[in-house]
């Protein structure tokens, strides 16, 4: 089986993205061509993501924020932002702060998985790997293990469902009812036997 990273779900947030990816590459001042040929992606395939008519994983999310020039939790941030302020923030894109990726993941393979593909994707936020969504919260509210060192931010959370201990739903609905966290872009990975982009 292949693990495969999808977006959490949400109706627009595939929209939201795409136009994210679109007003990135006119800030770069690129065509679709070359932005497809930078990130190594068939250009159909990236009209489809600016169109917001592919659900992208997360392998192509890195590859395109490389290629822009925008960390992988900013691109996330801007795609989620409110309707009408996304597109505007990115024209005023100022150097981002490379901050921790947390991966919520409870199966060790896995886990070095996704820490390889990052390696090999260059990326330069460093990945930090708790088991369980109880570690998680400890990991962002500075409590637990965590609680001798000041709370954190992470550019963005990835998660698995599947959980022990605390379910990976339980965790997301307490990170969005929070207010110190109900902001920062939350990715649901999941498995599938199917090879896509």
């Avoid at 959370?157 to 009812?177: H, N, T, Y």
């Amino acid at each position: 089986m292949i693990r495969h990273h999808v977006l959490a779900a949400d109706a627009d947030l595939q929209t939201r993205l795409g136009a994210v990816v679109r007003a990135c590459r006119h800030r770069l001042g690129i065509s679709q061509e070359e932005l497809a040929w930078r990130a190594n992606l068939h250009r159909t395939y990236l009209a489809d993501i600016e169109r917001g008519k592919r659900n992208v994983t997360l392998r192509t999310v890195a590859n395109l924020a490389k290629t822009l020039q925008i960390t992988i939790g900013h691109l996330f941030a801007y795609a989620t932002a409110p309707s009408g302020t996304a597109s505007r923030a990115v024209l005023d894109l100022v150097p981002n702060e490379v901050r921790d990726i947390l991966l919520v993941e409870h199966h060790v393979a896995a886990a070095a998985e996704t820490a390889r593909a990052f390696k090999r994707a260059r990326l330069a936020n460093p990945i930090k790997i708790v088991r369980d969504g109880e570690a998680g919260l400890n990991y962002l509210f500075g409590t637990g293990r965590y609680a001798r060192r000041k709370q954190v931010r992470p550019q963005l959370i990835l998660l698995v469902l599947d959980l022990p201990r605390m379910s990976g739903s339980e965790f997301l609905r307490r990170v969005k009812a929070d207010e110190r966290t109900r902001d920062i872009p939350v990715v649901v990975l999941t498995i599938s036997n199917r090879r896509r982009h």
